[in-house]
């Protein structure tokens, strides 16, 4: 057997994966000091089983882990493998090669593994016992071994020889066997004492047995007749439960009745609510269609009024128009009597002009005569004096024009003003008017909106009056079912409290105990109460608490035993029975033990029942009694599991009410489970009180919503007749405002008109003001020139004159005479031409005034026509009023007949109501009839139930198993008789262990098989020493014989090494096996001295010498030497190569060294380097 390679990973320096080849004869290894060469040692070493961090130069095992360096990060675990050669079949095993592999994380942890198959560090020091290899082998010497070796104790340096000699593994399998024969040795002590005990108990468990034949005997009697007793019981119950179901099926079959009468009933009232509110809807159709009458009926008489105001208006209109033409004819004839003035003046001034115009002629003619031989200066004088007349006659017919125009444009200035003053007096009534109109529109806009939103809001109200409705009857219907359910739940909760009361469903003797007890007061305060009724089970806890209970749960709970003892003698004294009592203070209770409670972390555990249960601390020790060893689970599998686990040690109950007893056994199946039995009987007392609560509150708060419903049902009634009426007299005002606005725009429109006319008539006015007023500029300029014209010949005239003055001397007074009559001629000429303007203004004027009497004619006679259409309009509205009115007045008695025929129906509805009430009354009357019937049924139904719990509980029988213990030939009255004086005599056997038989049997039995078991142990025991002897006898002389062998070979290395000198080695007085090994040592040339005298290279070379000699006995497969020639010299070195190198034909050896010589020997050699900082690396080279 030989080392074929190492593996390192991760371990110290070797950072990355590394594989060292060993070849057979000396591997050397070398290289700087710190390069890492002592860890392939400490690398071996830990993959052996090396446990101390110390011996592996470290503070912690995690120092072995690579732990970085500044270029590389640490590494999560190291690993090592060894690889062995096993050939030669050293190491028994199935294997030609072994490996060894140790792995360990930074988290501590660390595997081992042989070929890859995990092991135990015991299974590796197992596998190298004896081969030398092992911590305490010498398979690996490093200068620490050495000293070991030589400075350690006696006694501790045995262990180097023991491995050398080989009988480690015998050490090993004698001190297994010794502490098996200390175990063997304990548990005899053990069974001795439980035998002891054992033994004390088979002879009253075997007094006891007997005593329980004949209870047995008695109790099997009592069965039969208990069991024949309750199949009669049961059998009259069933009777008794069948007639009360057929008294509840006529029951039932009267409420189906009830409750179809009181459906259709439901059905009739709903109908005629529906029909109530389509009549409702009919009736404010109706409300709605009459408002719209009476809204028509106000327009049109706002209409009929608008029209009488109109009339009224044009009437007035008409009176005025009359009037100005009147006024206008007056002003006519007033004109045309002055027109007629003004053309008698005219002619009067024509006769004077004419008149004058002759005078001149003759004058002139005069002067002609006077001057006729004036000559070619008086034709001169004639020619100025013609042209002076013509300038005279042009300058006159200006002046005239000009006067005329001047009184046209005055005439026209003044129509202008009147024109004006009426344009001004139409725009002032314009704009009036226009206010009105936008007031009005405001107004009649103001009513429409307050209109809609009075519609929107009659709207609503009517929508939340039906919502209203409706939720008032939802609301009673809500609350007749809240009524219902509490009628219900208070009769329930009654028969409940009278079966409390009663003790319905207890023993008899229970109920004649408390029946009487409250008698007697000294008795009644001695009672805490009966166990049902002291505790508090949640839901899901009642059905495995009630199975397991069972009859317990009627138990009477005292204080005292004394009060028990007390409330017994009160039972014998009145025979009342057997009660079963708790008495609280001097219960034992046992409760789970610390182990116990671990297996109720187990899947499908609910927990311990007696914690499930509340209760005052005063019952807790009752409680704790009965069920503090019971568990409740999920189900029959937790419960086996648990069970299995804990050695059925305990009782286990499943939530089915399955359970399994102390011993395994296991009790299940089916059962009728009572709707109130005894737990469940307080529990729904508890619920129905707070169901009865909660109704009554619920009730209250639906009837204060009914209340809240009908106050505000009538308000939204009050609200929609209100909005109704207000909504009428609002319809009404805007119409009046519609037609007011229409009125007022209308008279607006001829206004305008009106105003248009008269603004077009200004206009025009104005127009021909302007082109008067152009043409008097254009006479005034005409007539300025006509006089620089007259003034110009008048001057040449005058100067012809003068120059003729001479000549015309004697013309002179005729001359001024003719001047004289020549200006009043002109005078004349302009009075007559004003006269002539005043005639043509009169003129206009008169035709001006007729075209105003032929308008106001005309409007008159439109106003007239718009009369006789009033007259025809208002005809038509009266028509139509008096159709509203009829229309008001038929749909007024269709609405009071509506509201009869609603009133109809609501007596119907009311009547429907209460027949309906009335029937309920009768139906929740047969309910409580039906609950008094089901509670009696369901009391027995619980009295056939508890004689069947109580058959189950007694004797574990249902009814079918109990029927074929019937006897056809029972005496019910003699049976019973029976089974009391067979009670009686049970109880008079006092307190009987009925499984005594069992216990007997057991007790011997297990007796019988531990006194069997003690033999064999003792025989073992014997065995065991038999081995131990025989081991202890092969290793000593194993020991000894090695041990010279030894002794022997080392005088021989000693000598060779030293070159002469003594050495032997010597046991220590004593026991062989426990003695300890001396070293005497003397080299050459020196006396026989204490080893621990010797220099430190002789010490070295002593313990090489030693090493070889054990080599020799007993050779390692492998031998790694850690530099133990450090402290050789030269001439030592050499010996010790020398000598290595004759035992590596042998064996196998592993040199790290500094020394040359040892390099020398090696036919293989590994040089370690740290090429990078901190990491080894592996260059090999084959010598």
Not at 708 to 726: G, I, T, Y
Not at 746 to 771: H, P, Q, S, V, Y
Not at 1044 to 1054: G, S, V
Request: hydrophobic share 35%; proline share 1%.
């Amino acid at each position: 057997m030989f080392l074929k390679r190492i593996e390192l990973n991760g371990f110290k320096s070797f950072c990355n994966k590394k594989e060292i080849i060993i070849n057979k004869g000396i591997t050397g290894v070398v290289g700087p000091n710190g390069s890492g060469k002592s860890n392939i040692a400490d690398a071996m070493r830990w993959v052996l089983g090396e446990q101390s961090s110390k011996n592996l130069r470290g503070t912690s095992m995690q120092d072995v882990i690579f732990n970085g360096t500044q270029t590389r990060s640490k590494k999560a675990y190291c690993e090592v493998s060894l690889i062995f050669d096993n050939s030669d079949m050293r190491i028994k095993s199935d294997y030609t090669e072994i490996s060894v592999r140790r792995k360990m994380y930074r988290s501590g942890e660390s595997e081992y593994s042989i070929n890859n198959t995990g092991c135990r560090l015991k299974d590796i020091l197992e596998l190298f016992r004896d081969t030398g290899i092992g911590k305490e082998g010498y398979s690996i010497i490093g200068q620490g071994k050495i000293d070991e070796i030589l400075t350690s104790k006696a006694t501790d340096r045995r262990k180097v020889f023991e491995e050398a000699a080989g009988i480690m593994k015998f050490r090993f399998r004698k001190e297994e066997a010794e502490r098996n024969l200390r175990k063997t040795k304990d548990n005899i002590t053990r069974i001795d004492d439980i035998l002891a005990e054992l033994s004390a108990q088979i002879e009253p468990l075997e007094k006891q047995m007997k005593e329980a034949q004949d209870y047995l005997k008695l109790r099997d009697r009592l069965k039969e007749l208990d069991i024949n007793l309750y199949l009669y019981q049961y059998d009259r119950a069933g009777e008794r439960i069948a007639k009360t179901e057929e008294q509840i099926r006529g029951n039932e079959q009267a409420l189906e009745e009830l409750t179809a009468q009181i459906a259709q009933e439901n059905i009739n009232a709903a109908e005629t609510k529906k029909h109530l509110a389509a009549l409702q809807q009919e009736i404010e159709k109706q409300n709605i269609q009459l408002g719209e009458y009476m809204s028509e009926q106000e327009r049109l008489k706002g209409s009929l009024n608008l029209l009488e105001e109109k009339e009224h208006v044009n009437q007035s209109a008409m009176r005025e128009n009359f009037e100005k033409r009147d006024s206008l004819e007056a002003r006519l004839i007033s004109d045309e009597k002055a027109l007629q003035e003004l053309g008698t003046q005219i002619g009067h001034k024509n006769t004077q002009i004419d008149e004058q115009y002759a005078q001149i002629i003759e004058l002139r003619k005069k002067i002609e005569t006077i001057t006729g031989a004036s000559g070619d200066t008086q034709e001169e004088i004639d020619e100025a004096r013609a042209q002076v007349e013509e300038a005279r006659t042009v300058l006159q017919t200006l002046l005239i024009d000009l006067n005329e125009k001047q009184v046209k444009a005055e005439v026209v200035v003044q129509k202008k003003e009147q024109a004006q003053a009426e344009a001004e007096k139409q725009a002032a009534y314009v704009v009036q008017l226009k206010e009105e109109v936008k007031e009005l529109e405001a107004d009649r806009q103001a009513c429409e909106e307050q209109g809609a939103e009075l519609r929107r809001k009659l709207n609503e109200t009517s929508r939340h009056f039906q919502e209203l409705q409706e939720e008032r009857a939802q609301t009673e219907q809500k609350a007749a079912e809240i009524l219902r359910r509490l009628n219900e739940d208070e009769s329930r909760l009654k028969l409940l409290e009278d079966m409390r009361e009663g003790y319905e469903g207890y023993f008899d003797s229970v109920r004649a105990l408390f029946r009487e007890a409250k008698k007697t007061p000294e008795i009644e305060t001695k009672i805490k109460g009966v166990l049902a009724e002291l505790i508090d089970v949640p839901k899901k806890y009642e059905t495995p608490i009630e199975v397991i209970l069972g009859n317990a749960l009627q138990n009477v709970v005292v204080e005292q035993d004394t009060d028990a003892k007390d409330i017994i003698s009160f039972l014998r004294k009145n025979n009342l029975g057997r009660v079963t009592f708790l008495p609280t203070r001097s219960l034992k209770v046992r409760t789970l033990q610390k182990d116990e409670r671990s297996f109720l972390s187990l899947s499908g555990v609910e927990g311990v029942a007696s914690e499930m249960i509340g209760c005052a601390d005063e019952i807790r020790p009752a409680v704790d009694f009965l069920l503090a060893r019971t568990v409740i689970v999920r189900d029959m599998d937790s419960a086996i599991n648990l069970m299995k686990g804990a050695d059925y040690a305990f009782r286990a109950v499943t939530m089915d009410g399955d359970f399994i007893k102390p011993g395994g056994v296991i009790t299940g199946g089916s059962f009728k489970k009572s709707n109130v039995g005894l737990l469940a009987r307080k529990r729904m007392a508890q619920e129905l009180e707070k169901n009865i609560r909660d109704n009554k509150q619920a009730l209250e708060q639906w009837r204060t919503v009914l209340a809240d419903s009908e106050e505000k049902a009538e308000q939204a009634r009050s609200m929609q007749q209100e909005l109704m009426q207000v909504l009428r007299e609002q319809e009404i005002k805007a119409v009046e405002a519609k037609q007011k606005a229409l009125t007022a725009q209308r008279l607006l429109a001829e206004n305008e008109k009106n105003a248009e006319e008269l603004a077009d008539g200004l206009f025009e006015t104005e127009n021909e003001r302007e082109k008067i007023l152009a043409s008097v500029q254009e006479l005034e300029k005409d007539a300025k020139q006509a006089q620089a014209d007259f003034d110009r010949l008048k001057k040449r005239q005058e100067a012809a004159e003068a120059h003729a003055a001479g000549v015309a001397a004697q013309a002179a007074e005729i001359k001024e005479l003719l001047s004289s009559k020549e200006l009043r001629q002109n005078e004349l000429s302009n009075e007559k031409n004003m006269l002539l303007n005043e005639a043509e203004h009169l003129r206009k004027a008169i035709a001006q005034n007729k075209e105003e009497v032929e308008r106001l004619l005309q409007r008159n006679e439109t106003l007239s026509a718009e009369m006789k259409e009033l007259t025809h309009s208002k005809a038509e509205m009266r028509g139509s009023l008096d159709n509203i009115l009829t229309a008001i007045r038929m749909a007024g008695e269709e609405a009071r007949g509506k509201l009869a025929q609603r009133d109809s129906w609501n007596l119907q509805a009311e009547e429907a109501a209460q027949k309906a009430e009335e029937l309920t009354v009768q139906k929740n009357s047969l309910i409580e009839q039906k609950y008094k019937l089901v509670a009696n049924r369901e009391k027995l139904e619980l009295s056939r139930e508890n004689q069947q719990n109580k058959l189950w509980e007694d004797y574990g029988l249902t009814y079918a198993n109990a029927l074929p213990f019937k006897k056809s030939d029972f005496a019910y009255q003699s049976s019973g008789r029976e089974a009391d004086r067979i009670r009686e005599r049970i109880r008079g056997m006092g307190a009987v262990n009925p499984n005594a038989i069992e216990d007997y049997t057991r007790v011997r039995e297990r007796y019988d098989n531990l006194s069997i078991q003690r033999e064999d142990l003792i025989t073992a025991g014997n065995d065991l020493q038999i081995v131990i002897d025989g081991l202890l006898s092969g290793m000593k002389e194993s020991f000894r014989e090695k041990f010279a062998q030894i002794n022997e070979n080392f005088q021989r290395t000693f000598h060779d090494l030293f070159g002469g000198g003594h050495a032997r080695l010597e046991l220590e007085d004593g026991d062989i096996m426990e003695c300890g090994v001396e070293i005497i040592a003397e080299p050459p040339g020196k006396k026989l001295q204490n080893i621990s005298l010797l220099s430190g290279g002789e010490k070295a070379l002593t313990a090489i010498a030693l090493l070889f000699a054990m080599l020799d006995i007993n050779p390692s497969p492998i031998c790694l030497l850690d530099e133990i020639d450090a402290p050789l010299d030269d001439a030592n070195v050499i010996r010790f190569s020398e000598y290595l190198k004759s035992l590596s034909a042998e064996l196998q050896f592993i040199v790290i060294t500094h020394r040359k010589p040892s390099m020398a020997i090696c036919d293989t050699l590994y040089g370690v380097a740290m090429q990078e900082k901190g990491v080894s690396d592996i260059v090999s080279v084959q010598l």
